[in-house]
């Protein structure tokens, strides 16, 4: 069965850091996609980040620069590092899983599995 388990959200400031991780079970790591959403009340989930299996990333503009989302194969665990959190971060961020590790992708529905979420809240 496949599980992806989102750990790591909090409340932290404005300015602050957290960071995420997303543990995967039940499947293939290395030949896997692995992207990161957030999804702000009353608005649709939206594209953060993701990874290729070889390592390339991509960002949405409003954390590029700030947010960096990185794989380890050998754990099955991938993580994403945010610095410099603003208000307008604020969501629930999901761990998404690709079953195709040679491209990123960008859209909800190029992910075939979701992790629960995981909260996070910048607020002074």
């Known amino acids: 069965e496949v599980q992806l388990v989102e750990s790591g959200g909090g409340l932290v400031q404005p300015g602050g850091s957290l960071r995420l991780s997303c543990a995967a079970f039940?499947?293939?790591?290395?030949?896997?996609?692995m992207g990161w959403f957030r999804q702000a009340p009353g608005k649709e989930r939206e594209f953060v980040a993701a990874?290729?299996?070889?390592?390339?990333?991509a960002y949405s503009d409003s954390v590029q620069d700030r947010f960096s989302i990185s794989r380890h194969n050998g754990k099955n665990t991938a993580w994403l590092q945010m610095d410099s959190l603003k208000p307008e971060d604020t969501a629930v961020y999901y761990c998404?899983?690709?079953?195709?590790?040679?491209?990123?992708?960008?859209?909800?529905?190029?992910?075939?599995?979701w992790g629960q979420g995981t909260q996070v809240t910048v607020s002074s």
């Open positions: 990874i290729s299996g070889s390592g390339n990333t």
């Open positions: 039940g499947f293939t790591f290395s030949n896997s996609a």
């Open positions: 998404a899983m690709e079953n195709f590790a040679g491209r990123i992708s960008y859209g909800v529905n190029k992910y075939d599995y």
